[in-house]
Every structure is written in structure tokens, then in C-alpha cells.
């Protein structure tokens, strides 16, 4: 700061003068009056400061909000580091409080290009002063040697002329038509920057220094880094199409290169030229630094990606106006870029620096930001750099580190962080193998990786396997590729006796699942099935743990459970225990040997006595407390839910072992028997009702059965029996109050579990059973009323893990009522069933709040309540009586539409892909009864009609879960209009108007027309034309789009009040767009 300032004031005074050199590196005690002389502009320590402060950009370390200006051009640096906080904020020393880094860097910034123009005028001027007076004194070969050196001073002080007027309208300007005129000389510095080197240690006296690629790196840092967003998209974008010089394509041509013919507005000739084309040659790809990649353009991308300036950039090209994505041209010149540095030398070590600080960005970028690079860097060692680079492994443990916490926080959905690993893994499999691998590194990468879970993983097949063939070939390449055969059997052995992770002293189940325990037996695990004989190394110990009859507490039982969890959703251990389920020849699926069947039967046996422990764990005295979500609690169930997953796993794994199926029907037994008798045991309270609760949703998980004749009465008993479950306080005993908290917790969860299973089973014994749905239709129906009112209660109180249970429970009861036969009969009772089905499902969505499974129960409650036999039965029952406050499905699709607005539009697509497919009516319907369940839906049709989603966010992975509903559209339908494609779906396959019913014709298509009229028929303010792409000129064209479908349903009755509409609103000034479809 005292030097640039010093030198503003008086540079003018002494520039011309000769002064000892000061080299730009050095004690300064070393220079004496012997030094040579020269004037300031020769002296290396004035542009050591000079390049020093150009390239400072600590006033971008936090952009504005929205990608909106943070300060700087037209702003107070001082009041800018007042408002900040001062130096504190960015870590600079007490000394400087006055000041921020922000202001200081802007200031020197501005400070030295002032000072170089002041060395460049005056250089200038001397070159021109002394050229003029030696002007024909030279002859022959010395004159000429003369000349040619005094005209390349008088082009390099030309040439940095140029960069200083650069720098200054890049720093200084903020309008983007004039900064978008300055990249031909940019181009024209860096193609002179192509040809030098930075003069290290050079002590010239006589000449200026050359302009290499640091300083264009500093030039472009002023319009990537710039305060205004668009001005970055501008330089971002420009950087690269390559209009800064550089060669961003793995094969440039010079015509490619020197393609000026896009412009960011499109300007006069005469005046859009203000420097001619620079023939010299581009900068190789590779001249970029790894620092300016990441840490300038990387970031300067950042900076935009989510915010309102957006990443699509608009420009006029051949006099057509197109938009190009500055995201797809970042990719490809990531790709490029990679692909450049692979081959640029032998040893690899400036593209092992850029995969290294790769790694170290993953906490420093947005998600969007993150894919992309990962998905740029991850394709382009795939096509051309394997094994070119090398990764450290504290680097790797660093980078896993970062990962999981990222993943931890939510910040991206499942799709984004599937794509992280899959490219992740592309990263090390190209990777130098390490000689002698790290364990525990191996083991923490593995860790990120967890198999496939049919119930609730949406992960794409195809990418699922890319990843693990990628990780599969990383591994067997550690250590000559010996390393994994020997370390895998190794390790399931060391985790299973405690070798490699000490036991801890006590398993609570308050204490929730040991998250740690679990994920190195799950890395372990898919280590040993990436070598490709899991069996092999899996069963020995696993049957360390299990070789006899565990108890609940035992550790090794424990982890030898995880593993054999683990090794059969990895799909490595299943039937016979060694490949895949064998079968007789009469297709029957045989029992696992022997040897299996006993560790299966042990494995059951621990699991069952771990839900048993509950009365062990829970044990004690203490006050009683009425939280129902606290930790505890929270815990508890995580805990139940992982023995029951494991149980549930288990038999998925093998279907065919009786060890199984006999102790889980055994348990349904003696399940069955305790809840009919609630009372026989007062002494140990609510414990003995949790335990049974739980024992019975973990043997029904595993569809156990009752191997009688009477199954339907046996399971309506049961059903019953838990429906009359209560927590009741043991007599002369208080419990602690975290136990209470975690029994009621495990209570709701098992209690909602066994029911969401029963229910269905119920359901599928009466239709099964001779007689069986006429006989139990009564009991079935007062069971199933009573479940939803109590379902309907108990949600507020319901722990969020058991949130899902209780949905399917409740969505189970309703469609039974809904199919019941005689349901016409019973109207009133029907639609009030369905009111209290639709309270208790939206408080379910209210509460839940992992985003795939709330997709997936929204799903399920719009097959539910818009089927068509529902929507038909209400519309006679309600609507046509005038009993419109007896409509609970038009209130929930209502509520629905309300929910997605313009925000959610998934929401909606999801409702109106069911219910358009509904208001058609069942497949055997008549034409006269096509239609009539729609027509309480006719104001909302009306306005689906003209409604326009938002942009699809790729970010937002569970919106893909509408996607299956799409067939029925066009392929080419746009994005922006998939639920109007559904309505118009809807009105395209109604019935020709001389076979639909009257009804239909006049109450919902005549409404709907005269309706989309009367919106059309608005003239817009004071005569002028709506503005193209506003939300008027949309609705006014999707309203004549529409119009234009459904004028074949325009008859007599209302043609002349149509026509007179039409004409009238021809009469208005319209654009082109919606006129073509006013005159369709």
C-alpha cells in the first residue's frame, strides 16, 4: 500500500531518472551505488509489485446474493470494508483494521495500472522522441540492426499500451457493449503471450519485459471475476468460444480461432470493428494453469449457476439470434483440458496437480458446479489419460472425508450424488495403483458406495454397474493386483473379532444403531464381492460369529450378522450360499445346505433376541415424559428398524429356507396369542406390549403366515387385537424418561408396521376364500373405519420412521372401500371414509420429509382418490345433488394443484397425470358417460389449460419419478407443458359431440370454450401488443392453442356467441404467433 502509493505521487517527477537496479528478488542490503542503472519502467522489483497487485482479487471472495453487484465499481472502499466487517472477515492481521482485503486489493489493483501507464506513456514517448532524431544517421548493417531493435521496443511498448487500456476498461467498465469490443486486442496479447516465458531473475536494463500468460491471466481475472454477474457470463463465455486467444478445442484450426462472427449485441460494422484480426497464434490449452482452471474459472461459473443471471447465454450469430450453454461449453473445454495435460508430458505431474486439487474444491463448489467438473474430468481420463496421473492417499481420504459430510448436509439430491461416485470411481480406476495401499483408506472409500435397496433406492441400473465395474477394476489393480485376495478375507475376519474396530462396552438400544460398525462391515463386504469371490471370504467369518447359539449381547454375533446383511445385498450370498438359488426339476426352489441353514437359524435367533432385549434396555425408574420425537426416541426406532430390515433381508436372500419361514410363523403364533391376552402380565407394563408389537411386525416382514384354514379370521382377530394395543403404566413401577420416549416411539412404529402388512393380507384371504369378501365385508369394514380414524389421530404423535407404514396402512383401507360392491348403496359413507383418508394422507406428507419417499406416497395417494369409479360415485352422489361441501377428492386435487402453483410443478404433473386419465371414465364405460366425472373439475381444466411450468430442474433427481407417466404423450412434447399435454390428452379423446352425452357437451366442453374465450377476448393496455414471452402473451396463446383443439366441439347452440367473440378479439392488436392460431 505505501509503495504504490508513494510511487502515484511521485513517478511523474523522477521516471526518466537512472537509478540503481533492484532486482525483484533479494536482500536489499546487497545493492550498492556499483549497481547498473536504469530508469523505473527497466527495474524487475517495480513490476515484481506491478504483476503482484494486477493479479490480487480478494474483493470477489464472496459475490453477492443472487449473483447480484457485492461492491466495488462505484462504491466507497472504505465504507465497502466497514460494511463487511473489516480485515477480521478475511483473516487479515489487527495492524490493518481500517481496511478489508477487498478494499486494499482494488485499490493496489488500480494503484499499479496507473503506475505502469505513467512507465509505458513515458517509455512511449522516448522511443518516438529518439527514433525521430535518429532517423537516417544509421548506415549500413549497424544502422539496420538499429532500426529493427528500436521498431521491437517501440512494438512491445505498443503491445503493453494495449494491455493497460484493457486492464483499465476491464476493472473500470461495467456496461456490457463496451467490454464486449475489447476481446481482439485480448486476443491479439495472448497470442503475443504464446511466444515468451516468464523472465525469472532477468535483470534487464535496456528493454521492457515481455507480456507472458500470467499476465493475460490477470487481465481475464477482471471479467471473470468481475462484480457484475452478467459481465462474468459475458467473460466466461467468451473465454470459452475462445475469443481471448486461447485454443479451447483438442484440435483447433485458425479459422476456428479466428471466428469473430458472434457478438453479444449486434452492433453496426462500421462501428463493431475497432481492431483488425490477429493472424498470430493462439495459446496452447495447456499454457492455462491448473490455478486459474479451478480457482478462476471454476469459480467464476460458480458464481452464476442458480442465481437469476442464469447460465444460457444469448447471442446474435449470422443475424440469427441463438442461445448457447456456457455449461456445455465449460465441459467441453474441462474435457480438452485434461486430455491436453495427459499428453503435454511423460511423467504426468502437472495432470496429477490438477486431479489433486480436484479433490480438495469438492466443499468449495456448488453442486451444480461440482457434477460438472467431476463428469468433464471423470470422461476425459476415461478416453485418454489412464494410469497418467497420480493420487495420493491422504489426498483420497481427504477428498472422502469431504464427500460424506457433503452428502450428510442434503444440499443435492440422490441423482447428483450417484453421479459424484460413479465419476469419482472413473477418477481412481485411471489412476497410478498404489504399491502398498492403506487399509483403512481403501476401506473409507468403499464406505461410499452402499449396495442397491430395491425398497428405496431410485438409482439408474446402468450407472449402478458403470460404478462398480469402475471400482472393481481400481481394486484388483492395488499392489500388483494381489493386494485385494489377500486383504479381503483378512479384514471380514480381523472386523468380526474386534481387531480392526474395538468392541463397544455396551449395546443400548438408546444408544441407536452404531453407524460406524455398520459402514466398515458394509465396506468390508463389498470388498470382498469386488474381488469376485465374496462367498469364499464372507462365510468363514461370518461363521466365526454364528457357530452357536448367539445371545443379544454378543459383539462378534453382531458383526457377523452385518456382514452376512451385507454380502446378500451385495447379491454375493444367496441360496446354496455360493452363486445363485438352485432349483429341482420341478422349478422348485431347494433349501440352502445344512451348513447354511445353521447359521440362518442362529442368525434369526440373535435378531429376535435383540428385539427382546427391549426389556433389559428400557429397565429402570424415572419420571414419566410426554415427548414423542426427542433423540431418544429417534434412536430407539432407527434401532427396531434395522433388526427388522435385517430379518426382512434376509428372507429376501433365501426364500426357499424352512430355518426362516418356521421361526417367523412361529413367531406370528405366539404373537397372535399375547395381544389377544393384553392383561395376562401387568408386571412389566408397556414393555411386554412393544416387545410382542415388534416381534410381530419383524415375523410379518419376512410373510408369515397361519398355516390353517381360518387365516381371515385369524388375521382380522389380530388386527383387531393390535388396533386395541395401548401404552399403559405398569402397576408400582415409573420408568426413565428417555425410555419412555423410545417405547412410545417403537410402539407407533411397530403398531403402524404390522398393520400396513396385515391390511393386505386381509384383502388378499378374502378373495382367495370361497365366500370369504360377502362374509367379512361387514367386520372388514368397521376394522377398516376404525383403523383410518385412529390413523388420523395418531400422525401428529407418530414418529417420522413410522410416518410410511402408516401411510400404506391407510391407503391399503382405502382401496378396499373403494372396491367394495355395494359402495353405491353407502354413499355418504364412502365419501366420508375418503375425507378422512385425505386429512390423515396430506398430515402424512406434511411430516414427511425425505424427498423420494414423499414422491412415492404422493403417487400413491393419486391412484388412490382419482380413480374413476371414486371420482363418478362423487359426482353423482354430491355434485349433482348441490352437495359441494361433500367433495373430498375435488378438495384434495384442488389442495394438490395449490401445493405445486408455479414452484412444485411436479406436484401437479403427478395429480393431473392421474386424474385426466380418471375423468375418462373406466375402460368399459359408454360414450354417453365419458366426461361426467370431470365436470366438477371444469374451472380448474380451463386454467391447466393456459398453465406453463417452470424450467425442469435437473438438480431436483425425484421429480424423474413423474416421468413414467408420460408415455401417453407425444415425444416431443416441451417441458414446459406436460400438464396441459395431460389435459389436452384428456379433451382429444372425448367422444365426437353427436355421440357424447348432452350433459357433457353443454356443462364441461361449452363451459370450458366460452371460458378460454372470454380470457382471449381481453385487449391488452392501450392498444399495444402484449410483450412477447410475458405471462399474458403466454396464457393468450395457449388459450388460442386450445381453442383450436376443441372448435370441433363448437355446435349450434353457441356458434354465434363464439363467433362474435372471436371476431372481436381479431380486432385487437395481436403478434403473428397468436394471430397464426386465431386463424387456424
Not at 94 to 115: F, K
Not at 434 to 453: G, H, K, N
Request: glycine share 6%.
Amino acid at each position: 500500500m505505501t509503495a504504490t502509493a508513494i510511487l502515484c505521487i511521485l513517478l511523474p517527477s523522477f521516471r526518466g531518472m537512472e537509478l540503481p537496479t533492484v532486482p525483484a528478488t533479494g536482500d536489499n542490503n546487497d545493492y550498492h551505488a556499483s549497481s547498473p542503472l536504469c530508469r523505473p519502467v527497466f527495474q524487475p522489483s517495480v513490476w515484481a509489485l506491478i504483476r503482484q497487485s494486477l493479479k490480487r482479487c480478494g474483493d470477489t471472495d464472496s459475490f453477492g446474493g443472487d449473483g447480484g453487484d457485492s461492491g466495488g465499481r462505484g462504491t466507497s472502499l472504505l465504507s465497502r470494508g466497514a460494511r463487511d466487517g473489516g480485515s477480521s472477515t478475511f483473516g487479515y492481521n489487527d495492524d490493518i483494521s481500517t481496511y478489508d482485503r477487498a478494499a486494499i486489493d482494488q485499490l493496489l489493483r488500480r494503484r499499479s495500472a496507473h503506475i505502469l501507464r505513467l512507465l509505458i506513456e513515458y517509455e512511449r514517448d522516448s522511443l518516438l522522441r529518439s527514433g525521430s532524431k535518429k532517423k537516417g544517421k544509421g548506415k549500413g548493417r549497424q544502422g539496420k540492426d538499429n532500426q529493427d531493435s528500436r521498431i521491437d521496443k517501440q512494438k512491445r511498448a505498443d503491445m503493453w499500451m494495449k494491455y493497460v487500456l484493457c486492464f483499465e476498461m476491464l476493472e473500470m467498465e461495467i456496461e456490457i457493449h463496451l467490454v464486449d469490443q475489447v476481446w481482439t486486442t485480448v486476443k491479439e496479447l495472448s497470442s503475443e503471450a504464446s511466444m515468451n516465458t516468464l523472465e525469472e531473475g532477468t535483470n534487464s536494463t535496456n528493454e521492457l519485459p515481455l507480456i507472458v500468460w500470467e499476465d493475460v491471466a490477470s487481465l481475464l481475472c477482471r471479467v471473470l471475476l468481475s462484480d457484475a454477474p452478467t459481465l462474468r457470463k459475458l467473460g466466461l463465455y467468451r473465454f470459452l468460444c475462445g475469443d481471448s486467444g486461447i485454443q479451447v478445442t483438442s484440435v483447433a484450426t485458425e479459422e476456428d480461432q479466428d471466428d469473430n462472427g458472434r457478438t453479444f449485441m449486434r452492433k453496426a460494422e462500421s462501428k463493431c470493428k475497432v481492431k483488425k484480426k490477429s493472424g498470430g497464434a493462439s495459446v496452447p490449452i495447456t499454457t492455462v494453469s491448473v490455478s486459474f482452471v479451478l480457482d478462476i474459472v471454476m469459480r467464476s461459473y460458480d458464481s452464476i449457476v442458480g442465481t437469476k443471471v442464469g447460465t444460457n447465454m444469448q447471442i446474435d450469430e449470422g443475424g440469427q439470434q441463438k442461445s448457447e450453454k456456457v455449461a456445455d461449453l465449460l465441459s467441453e473445454f474441462l474435457s480438452n483440458y485434461v486430455i491436453a495435460l495427459a499428453a503435454s508430458s511423460e511423467d504426468g505431474s502437472e495432470l496429477s496437480e490438477f486431479m489433486t486439487r480436484i479433490l480438495a474444491v469438492i466443499t468449495t463448489l456448488k453442486w451444480r458446479s461440482l457434477v460438472l467438473l467431476f463428469r468433464a474430468v471423470a470422461t476425459a481420463v476415461d478416453q485418454s489419460a489412464s494410469h497418467k496421473y497420480t493420487l495420493e492417499q491422504e489426498t483420497v481420504r481427504a477428498a472422502i472425508k469431504d464427500m460424506l459430510s457433503t452428502f450428510s448436509s442434503g444440499g443435492a439430491p440422490r441423482s447428483l450424488q450417484e453421479g459424484l461416485r460413479q465419476d469419482l470411481s472413473s477418477m481412481l480406476k485411471n489412476a497410478v495403483p498404489w504399491t502398498r495401499p492403506d487399509a483403512s483408506i481403501v476401506l473409507d472409500v468403499l464406505s461410499l458406495y452402499p449396495p442397491q435397496d430395491d425398497l428405496v433406492d431410485n438409482t439408474d441400473n446402468e450407472t449402478h454397474s458403470l460404478t462398480r465395474s469402475a471400482l472393481a477394476t481400481w481394486i484388483l489393480g492395488l499392489g500388483d493386483g494381489q493386494w485385494a485376495n489377500n486383504a479381503a478375507p483378512v479384514c471380514a475376519s480381523a472386523y468380526v473379532m474386534g481387531e480392526m474396530l474395538p468392541f463397544n462396552d455396551k449395546i443400548d438400544i438408546l444408544s441407536g444403531v452404531n453407524t460406524l460398525e455398520r459402514t466398515l462391515g458394509m465396506a468390508i463386504s463389498l470388498l470382498c464381492t469386488l474381488t469376485g469371490n465374496a462367498s469364499e471370504m464372507l462365510w468363514p467369518a461370518i461363521f466365526k460369529g454364528l457357530q452357536k447359539p448367539p445371545s443379544a449381547s454378543s459383539h462378534k454375533a453382531i458383526r457377523s450378522m452385518i456382514l452376512l446383511e451385507w454380502g446378500c445385498r451385495e447379491e454375493a450370498l444367496s441360496g446354496m450360499g455360493n452363486g445363485d438359488i438352485v432349483t429341482d426339476k420341478q422349478n422348485c426352489m431347494l433349501p440352502p445346505p445344512p451348513n447354511v441353514e445353521f447359521l440362518l437359524n442362529h442368525a434369526v435367533q440373535l435378531l429376535m433376541s435383540q428385539v427382546t432385549e427391549i426389556k433389559t434396555s428400557l429397565g429402570g425408574r424415572a419420571e414419566k415424559s410426554g415427548a414423542t420425537r426427542s433423540q431418544a426416541s429417534g434412536q430407539a426406532s432407527s434401532y427396531i428398524y434395522t433388526l427388522i430390515n435385517q430379518i426382512r433381508v434376509l428372507h429376501l436372500s433365501f426364500p426357499s429356507s424352512s430355518s426362516i419361514s418356521l421361526a417367523v410363523n412361529a413367531i406370528l403364533s405366539q404373537c397372535a396369542d399375547s395381544l389377544k391376552q393384553p392383561n395376562s402380565d401387568e408386571t412389566d407394563g408397556p414393555i411386554e406390549t412393544v416387545v410382542t408389537l415388534t416381534l410381530c411386525y419383524a415375523s410379518l416382514s419376512c410373510d408369515a403366515k397361519f398355516e390353517d384354514a381360518k387365516e381371515l379370521e385369524k388375521l382380522l382377530s389380530i388386527c383387531e387385537a393390535i388396533m386395541t394395543c395401548e401404552l399403559s403404566q405398569a402397576k408400582g413401577k415409573s420408568m426413565r424418561r428417555d425410555a419412555v420416549q423410545a417405547l412410545r416411539s417403537i410402539f407407533h412404529y411397530a403398531k403402524w408396521g404390522s398393520l400396513s402388512l396385515i391390511v393386505p393380507m386381509i384383502n388378499e384371504a378374502a378373495r382367495k376364500q370361497p365366500g370369504g369378501a360377502e362374509l367379512a365385508s361387514g367386520s372388514m369394514q368397521q376394522i377398516y373405519e376404525k383403523i383410518l380414524t385412529s390413523a388420523n389421530e395418531a400422525v401428529d404423535s407418530t414418529p417420522v420412521i413410522a410416518l410410511p407404514p402408516l401411510f400404506a396402512c391407510t391407503t391399503s383401507c382405502g382401496e378396499y372401500l373403494v372396491e367394495l360392491e355395494d359402495a353405491g348403496a353407502n354413499g355418504t359413507s364412502l365419501l366420508s371414509s375418503i375425507k378422512v383418508i385425505s386429512e390423515t394422507l396430506f398430515a402424512v406428507l406434511k411430516e414427511e420429509t425425505a424427498s423420494s419417499t414423499w414422491m412415492h406416497m404422493l403417487s400413491s395417494m393419486c391412484n388412490l382418490l382419482f380413480s374413476p369409479k371414486l371420482l363418478l360415485h362423487e359426482y353423482q352422489n354430491s355434485y349433482v345433488d348441490g352437495d359441494r361441501d361433500n367433495m373430498p377428492v375435488m378438495e384434495s386435487f384442488e389442495k394438490l394443484i395449490e401445493m405445486g402453483s408455479a414452484l412444485k410443478p411436479h406436484i401437479n404433473i403427478v395429480a393431473v397425470s392421474y386424474i385426466s386419465v380418471a375423468w375418462l371414465g373406466n375402460k368399459d364405460s359408454s360414450d354417453q358417460d365419458v366426461g361426467l366425472a370431470a365436470i366438477p373439475y371444469r374451472d380448474n381444466i380451463a386454467e391447466l389449460l393456459v398453465y406453463k411450468e417452470p424450467k425442469f430442474d435437473e438438480s431436483s433427481a425425484n421429480q424423474n419419478s413423474t416421468k413414467d407417466r408420460h408415455g401417453i404423450l407425444p415425444q416431443t412434447t416441451d417441458g414446459s407443458s406436460i400438464t396441459r399435454a395431460f389435459v389436452l390428452s384428456f379433451l382429444s379423446k372425448l367422444p365426437s359431440p353427436e355421440n357424447m352425452s348432452d350433459v357433457v357437451l353443454k356443462e364441461l366442453v361449452h363451459h370450458i370454450i366460452l371460458k378460454l374465450i372470454d380470457a382471449c377476448c381481453l385487449p391488452p393496455a392501450k392498444g399495444k401488443p402484449f410483450i412477447t414471452g410475458s405471462e399474458e402473451y403466454s396464457k393468450m396463446m395457449r388459450s388460442w392453442q386450445a381453442l383450436c383443439l376443441l372448435s370441433r366441439f363448437v355446435t349450434f347452440d353457441i356458434a354465434n356467441e363464439v363467433a362474435q367473440k372471436v371476431f372481436k378479439a381479431m380486432s385487437n392488436l395481436s403478434h403473428g404467433q397468436i394471430r397464426y392460431f386465431m386463424e387456424w
